[in-house]
């Protein structure tokens, strides 16, 4: 191979910003950032080539260890299920978590994610003190595992250490099994502060006050005022009728009224859920430029419902899309079940759409796309100078792609069939994925099923 060509990236078909564009050649440097993307070049021999490349998803909403919950929360209760027994399940089950096992579960979690087509992800991450509930001696302990994880991986994540003290609205105090998640102003603080070395290419930080349920309005402005203007603020809201009914009842406003009556909403806000809005709020949301960050499989998996998602795109909303629970670790499966959730609320298809793009898995990916990058705050979510080298490889020779247009890719990966149409997927311009192997594969999943058995020796 030409050692001038060793980081570059020929591919025949390639989603730019402006669209699918033949002859791409894309370059990098030694960071990581692409540097050149040319449309219309010519193949030089012994470069690097790809069929079909498109950017990376970003994964915008994780909680990493309810990985190791999947599958143990689905047998039926004696009474009806809700959001709210499953937490029940998930808080005895997080109260033997090591920051060792976090750190396995992670890594787990992000080698699936990568394989999948997801290249950066964003941890809400609230497992801060140990099982004695007690801070760690390093106060970033079990966050810097997370970062860890993400760098044996290979994923570019954004940390959000959250502002978890209340039980519920009213200042009503943590039960025992929420004390390992309990996190004042200063302890966040001193988090985040603990985290500034790590930060760079493939690492930032913000923060994620949990909910307006679990912080007070006055908490979540001091965290703000600390907080450098252009870092990523994610929260919780409107999950579920239950919650709605509790604001309403302490504060008199619905949880999305009231948190924009205290706060300006701008995109550097991502709202995860906010799947029980009113009309003004919807409105209210889209204008303001913050993103929903929408879980599909999660709010179906918990029963909380369906996002408003229709009159929020025609008010002009940003979205993303995030795995958080685990339950699937597939940015297609999460857009997939996006739109299908439209189609059977509303019975008509194609939803997702607009005047200017029709085709409705085009409309998806690249929405979700720059709701990510949003959610990020980081250099992604597009295949242009200045950006990460993260890209997709899509399997070309696969029966689903065979003979199919670039114009209609999108529309065959989101909405045709279930295999794995992501053959190779680079993250800061390292492969991290190669015919659909995750390159340290082998290990982290031997680390992970000795957590596991761990775990389950805990519990029994």
Known sequence: MNPGLTQSLFARHALLPDGWRDDVRMQWDGAGNLTAVTAGATFLPGEAQAGLALPGMVNLHSHAFQRALGGLTEKAGEGPDSFWTWRDLMYRFARNITPEHIEAIAAQLFSECLRHGYTSVCEFHYVQRDQQGAMYARPAETAERIVAAAALAGIGVTMLPVLYSYAGFGDQPLSIEQQRFKTGPRDVMDIIAAL??????????????????????????????????ARPVHIHVAEQQGEVAQS????????????????????????VHATHLDAGETAALAASGAVAGLCPTTEANLGDGLFPLAPFLAAGGRFGIGSDSHVSQSPVEELRWLEYGQRLLHQQRNVAASPGERRVGDFLWRGALAGGALAAGRAVGALAPGKRADLLVLDSDHPNLFDVAPADVLSALVFCGNDNLVRDVMVGGQWVVRDQSHVAQAAIAQRYMHTIAQLRTLRA
């Open 196 to 229: 500034e070395p790590l930060r760079g290419p493939q690492v930032e930080v913000g923060v994620a006050p949990h909910s307006l349920r679990a912080a007070a309005g006055a908490q979540i402005a001091e965290v703000l005022a600390s907080l450098p203007p």
């Open 248 to 271: 309403i009842a302490a504060t008199g406003m619905r949880p999305v009224r009231y948190l924009m009556e205290q706060f300006e909403l701008t995109q550097r806000w991502c709202l």
